[in-house]
């Protein structure tokens, strides 16, 4: 359904008129690769991306106020000054692309002559050849010393109605236009935080005229996208080095290409596609006398309880900080968490995998005061271990880098050295073999690459003789595989990692990102408030996750009910378990220590079940929608905009379409019970009533406090779970475990066209009416539940015989032969068979 949009009017953009190419008066080559072709000019060097798939046109690499290629050097008194890409000092000295010259016909190899003020005048050389996934691969080196240069930069056309996506996480919308998009986290800087909030960054770029650009670096950068330059997207990258990836195509297909290049993320383990809950500390109470009355365990215990017997949903529980005798020892603080393997054995038991919350980091402070149990100075054996072994990342006289954060101070483990991952695993390693699955895998942005203001910086110090100039962003991805290693070594692919940190070359590990600690309520991120600028609250989590499945992270859940500013009301937690619903992970858990029975929010608690039931029904489909993102790049979730390039679409940037069949609009409002919403659809239905509503257009809906947004495309076919499956694991001897109700499917449909969908070991196929007509087809015999809405004043027949009506819900899902319930507009069947044609007519 992604629609192709048309790419920038050839007069604009081309890089040579027709006749003068014709008439051979400029000197041309072309280099293709797929559907991209790229034309060079050389008389004045300029490079056009022309899509040969798109309806005609082409996106230019020029505008009169920058150029194809530049370089900036810096000013004699700042040699060691730290440039940021988002905003340049204006004491640089510019060189621009002028004339280049052949120097090699394959692959096509040329000298650029940079000119600036003063007779400046420095060459590059840049080699363009075909790439893998369809891009036309761009590689440019200056030629000089890198000591001397604040940036190298290129520059292409923004028209006045073009889009874009990309970059990585970002909490003010996924719409690049009009942003500076930095690509390297910063502390201090502009939030309330005081950081960027760039703990994600991803150097691609996707517009809606067809534009796709990836920038092959770790080096610190932006997109500077119609703000510096109106008229011109600029990227800016430190460095002497400028690799270009470039492709022409729909903005999904230049992202799913864009996947494929830097790898394509594996699926998650099926558990980790039902709700997750966490607390953010298992807190000890102590009784009068400061006897344990209650201790973590037990928290942790009735936790536990308290989801079973209200019947949610979940198949994972975190341990998060603090846990542990120190950080980052992996050995059980067993004062805060008495008996924690018999408690380990019960979570299982009840179908549950447990994580445990970690870091890079191993401490040299005493944080006995940060828990019960906590002994003094926990860590300082393994430090003064790691520090001996050159295991730590050091300083400029070889000692440990030590640096405080937010759980006391301490060094950082140097995964740049295989032996100290390896030495850092085998401290994990009886942890992991209690059973523990994952890790929630917090930080990971220290390294970063302004420390001091210097920009040739020399602390901290790697093993392998690296700098924070690549490792402002590559530590974070070692230390992800340092993690994921030890889990796969011991559990293969029954594991799972969410971390607060990523950036390229991270998305083949398959991590999960959470926004890290976003404010709340309903604050927009930027938003200023008592003097400080807002973090960003459920906005902001929304937008994180668009802008990370646009920029090749499927896996995203943010903490429901947020983390700064402590508990949340009963409104912003309800409509963010909403949105946490409709996104690929859903977590619960954050501040104010809150879980859903506790006192504040057990008022909501059953609008809270619906939305994670509808979390958990739609497991089949995450199951697909992620295995096709492993199989070819494509996202899960698309903003509207992205689907049809309209302003209307674009404006609204908390609409998304779900595996190309379903419209999800959270809301991001506080105190709305009705929204408008962008539609790519004709026709499509609630999810909860079967209320029809037709575009593609703005349509105002009802957005009652209890329900989110939700709709199904009038032609879809989706395959869902059973509606009392409380876990995607085995659960023994208790109802609703993968052993009981895992083989059950609910088939949700209306009339349509003919089409034939498989999910899992499921066949659908349905007849093109007026009536519902489908066949289902399995390998073996399963509960099966059609469920037809709307399907008002309807005839039901299970193989040509009628149905036995029944009175609820409770009577539907014990049926062993066919039977039908009928709500309103919503008609139920349900059978168990390999094969069986149910319709459901007018």
């Given amino acids: 359904m ?69 370089m900036a050097l810096r000013a004699d008194d700042d040699i060691d000054a730290w440039h940021r890409p988002t905003e340049p000092r204006g004491d640089e000295l510019w060189l621009r692309s002028a004339e280049a010259k052949v120097l090699a016909e394959e692959p096509l190899t040329l000298e650029v002559t940079l000119r600036g003020d003063g007779g400046r005048v420095r060459t590059a050389t840049v080699v363009i050849q075909a790439g893998a996934e369809g891009f036309v691969d761009v590689d440019v080196q200056v030629n000089e010393d890198e000591l001397n240069v604040a940036y190298v930069a290129t520059c292409f056309a923004l028209a006045d109605d073009e889009h874009a996506v990309g970059g990585g996480e970002r909490f003010d919308g996924p719409d690049l236009r009009g942003k500076v998009v930095p690509l390297v986290f910063e502390a201090p800087g502009p939030f309330a935080s005081s950081t960027n909030e760039a703990h994600a ?29 109106p008229g011109a997207m600029v990227a800016r990258l430190h460095g002497t080095s400028l690799p270009l990836r470039v492709r022409g195509g729909s903005i999904v297909d230049n992202v ?29 109470t102590l009784d009068a006398e400061g006897n344990v009355a209650r201790s973590g365990t037990d928290m942790l215990l009735d936790d536990v309880a308290e989801l079973r ?28 968490l008495p008996g924690i393997d018999a408690a380990l054995a019960e979570v299982e038991a009840q179908g549950l995998r447990v994580l445990t919350w970690a870091t890079e980091h191993v401490n040299s402070s005493d944080d006995s005061g940060q828990a019960y149990g906590m002994p003094a100075y926990g860590s300082r054996a393994m430090f003064d271990a790691f520090a001996a072994a050159g295991f730590l990342v050091t300083d400029d006289d070889g000692d440990p880098f030590v640096f405080p954060w937010g759980r006391g101070a301490g060094a950082f483990v140097d995964f740049t050295n295989d032996e100290a991952c390896s030495a850092f695993q085998e401290q ?14 917090d930080y990971g942005e220290t390294m970063r690459a302004d420390f001091l203001g210097q920009v040739a910086n020399t602390v901290p110090r790697f093993a392998d003789g690296s700098s924070t100039a690549v490792q402002h962003v590559r530590y974070a991805r070692l230390y992800h595989e340092c993690y994921l290693d030890a889990l796969r070594a011991t559990h293969g692919d029954d594991a799972f990692i969410i971390t607060r940190t990523g950036g390229i070359y991270d998305q083949q590990n398959g991590v999960a990102i959470w926004p890290g600690d976003l404010d709340s309520g309903f604050e927009r991120a930027g938003q200023e408030i008592d003097g400080e600028l807002a973090v960003g609250g459920l906005p902001a989590a929304v937008a994180g996750f668009l802008s990370l499945q646009m920029s090749g992270y499927p896996l995203y859940g943010s903490d429901v009910g947020g983390y700064r500013g402590g508990m949340p009301s009963t409104e912003a937690w309800l409509r963010w378990a909403q949105a946490g619903a409709l996104s690929t992970i859903m977590q619960v858990g954050g501040g104010g220590n809150q879980a859903p029975w506790d006192e504040e929010l057990v008022g909501v608690i059953d609008d809270f079940a619906t939305a994670v039931r509808l979390h958990m029904d739609l ?32 404006a609204d940037v908390a609409t998304y379409v779900i595996g190309e069949q379903l419209l999800a609009a959270p809301v991001i409002d506080e105190g709305a019970r009705e929204r408008w919403l962008y539609t790519p659809f004709a026709r499509s239905y609630s999810w909860w009533d079967g209320t029809l509503i037709e575009g593609p257009g703005l349509v105002r809906v009802d957005a009652p406090l209890e329900r989110v947004p939700f709709y199904v495309e009038e032609n879809a076919i989706l395959v869902l779970g059973h509606p009392r499956l409380v876990t995607l694991l085995d659960n023994g001897a208790a109802p609703g475990g993968l052993d009981d109700l895992g083989d059950a499917r609910v088939v949700r449909a209306a009339a349509g066209d003919a089409r034939s969908v498989t999910v899992g070991e499921l066949s659908v196929t349905r007849a093109a009416g007026e009536a519902l007509d489908l066949t289902l087809s399995s390998a073996t015999a399963r509960a099966l539940i059609v469920d037809a809405l709307p399907a008002p004043g309807s005839s039901v027949t299970v193989d040509g015989v009628a149905p036995a009506p029944v009175g609820d819900e409770d009577a539907l899902l014990a049926c062993t032969t066919p039977c039908v319930l009928v ?20």
């Avoid at 796709?212 to 610190?220: D, H, K, M, Q, W």
């Fill in 2 to 70: 992604w629609r192709r949009s048309l790419l920038v009017p050839l007069a604009l953009a081309w890089a040579c008129q027709t006749d003068q190419c014709d008439a051979g008066e400029v000197d041309l080559r072309t280099v293709t690769s797929g559907q991209t072709t790229v034309l060079v000019e050389l008389d004045r060097f300029r490079l056009t991306a022309q899509d040969n798939a798109g309806q005609g046109g082409a996106t230019a690499w020029d505008d009169p106020a920058c150029a194809p290629l530049a």
């Fill in 201 to 229: 960054p991803v150097p691609f770029y996707a517009s809606s005229y067809g534009l796709g650009l990836l920038v092959e670096s770790e080096r610190v950068g932006a997109f500077d996208v119609g703000v510096s330059v």
């Fill in 823 to 842: 709500q309103g507009t919503r008609v139920r069947v349900a059978t168990v068979a390999t094969s069986t044609r149910v319709v459901v007519a007018p």
């Fill in 309 to 336: 017997a209200r019947g949610l949903p979940f198949s994972t529980v975190w341990i998060d900080a603090p846990w542990q005798t120190g950080y980052n020892t992996f050995v059980v603080n067993e004062g805060q």
């Fill in 256 to 284: 799913a290409a864009h996947a494929r290049r830097m790898g394509l993320p594996p699926p998650p383990p099926l558990w980790a596609l039902a709700p997750m809950q966490w607390r953010n500390v298992l807190e000890v």
């Fill in 428 to 441: 994990m390693a009886p942890l992991l073999a209690r059973g523990v699955r994952g890790f929630k895998l």
């Fill in 619 to 650: 497991w089949p489909q995450w199951q697909t929608w992620l295995a096709r993102a492993a199989a070819d790049g494509t996202p899960v979730a698309v903003p509207v905009g992205a689907v049809l390039d309209a302003p209307d679409a674009w």
